[in-house]
């Protein structure tokens, strides 16, 4: 006899639908704290986390996600310099491919890995509050995540993203956007302009800010998002 599906995904949505099954859970080991690397599997490149030290309580989680051709490095560096002010512990998860699966060839690949790698992070660490984040193709990628699985998910922080295309919705994330006026590689108008009207239209409360830039997060952006993630939490995943 086939066993039910868990209540927070539906039988026919997995990981080729872009969906996460890792959910937070009292640690049942402990984790060390600083930058920290957790290998995958023979051949991948390892993803990064920062654990700041000291202090009690859960962490926020950030799940932060390159651009193409980047590195986990990179993502880690988008909220680095803030991590330890607002105990956020960080996430870099390296794409399988050039770019997230989503953009190559279909979601599959790079959400196992990023759902392995939550379920490795909630055994060690008290965390209450997911997010997601990222810079061009892991901001595009990054939405098209949270707005997938909004039950875990309840903030996305899109640095000058392309677009949204998730297969499946649950619940409404706050959402975070920043692009640059002046941005060449994903221009502002088909882009942010056209991308935050329809998130709204959805329901998803989002905070917008342009700025006088190309396709770069400027320290600015980076202090306006984090103090916006921190300031104030949503309803709550899948409300």
């Given at each position: 006899?086939?066993?039910?599906?868990?209540?927070?995904?539906?039988?026919?949505?997995?990981?080729?639908?872009?969906?996460?099954?890792?959910?937070?859970?009292?640690?049942?080991t402990?984790?060390?704290?600083?930058?920290?690397?957790?290998?995958?599997?023979?051949?991948?490149?390892?993803?990064?986390?920062?654990?700041?030290?000291?202090?009690?309580?859960?962490?926020?989680?950030?799940?932060?996600?390159?651009?193409?051709?980047?590195?986990?490095?990179?993502?880690?560096?988008?909220?680095l310099?803030?991590?330890?002010?607002?105990?956020?512990?960080?996430?870099?998860?390296?794409?399988?491919?050039?770019?997230?699966?989503?953009?190559?060839?279909?979601?599959?690949?790079?959400?196992?890995?990023?759902?392995?790698?939550?379920?490795?992070?909630?055994?060690?660490y008290?965390?209450?509050?997911?997010?997601?984040?990222?810079?061009?193709?892991?901001?595009?990628?990054?939405?098209?995540?949270?707005?997938?699985?909004?039950?875990?998910?309840?903030?996305?922080?899109?640095?000058?993203?392309?677009?949204?295309?998730?297969?499946?919705?649950?619940?409404?994330?706050?959402?975070?956007?920043?692009?640059?006026?002046?941005?060449?590689?994903?221009?502002?108008?088909?882009?942010?302009r056209?991308?935050?009207?329809?998130?709204?239209?959805?329901g998803?409360?989002?905070e917008?800010?342009?700025?006088?830039?190309?396709?770069?997060?400027?320290?600015?952006?980076?202090?306006?998002?984090?103090?916006?993630?921190?300031?104030?939490?949503?309803?709550?995943?899948?409300?």
């Amino acid at each position: 006899m086939t066993e039910p599906a868990p209540p927070h995904r539906q039988p026919e949505e997995d990981p080729r639908h872009g969906r996460l099954a890792a959910r937070p859970a009292p640690p049942t080991t402990e984790g060390g704290t600083g930058l920290v690397s957790l290998p995958g599997p023979q051949r991948e490149s390892p993803a990064l986390a920062y654990v700041p030290a000291g202090g009690d309580g859960a962490y926020r989680l950030v799940v932060l996600l390159h651009g193409a051709g980047g590195s986990a490095r990179q993502g880690l560096d988008l909220l680095l310099p803030l991590a330890d002010a607002h105990r956020l512990l960080l996430l870099a998860p390296q794409a399988t491919a050039s770019s997230w699966d989503l953009i190559v060839e279909g979601y599959g690949p790079d959400v196992r890995r990023i759902d392995g790698l939550l379920d490795t992070l909630f055994a060690r660490y008290p965390i209450e509050g997911v997010a997601l984040g990222g810079f061009s193709d892991g901001a595009s990628y990054a939405l098209s995540l949270g707005l997938t699985n909004g039950d875990l998910v309840d903030a996305v922080l899109a640095f000058s993203p392309g677009f949204a295309a998730p297969l499946v919705t649950h619940g409404r994330p706050r959402i975070f956007v920043a692009h640059g006026t002046d941005d060449r590689v994903l221009p502002v108008d088909p882009c942010s302009r056209r991308l935050v009207p329809r998130l709204r239209s959805l329901g998803h409360p989002v905070e917008y800010a342009e700025f006088a830039g190309g396709h770069e997060v400027p320290a600015a952006i980076r202090q306006r998002a984090v103090d916006w993630l921190t300031a104030q939490r949503g309803p709550g995943p899948g409300r």
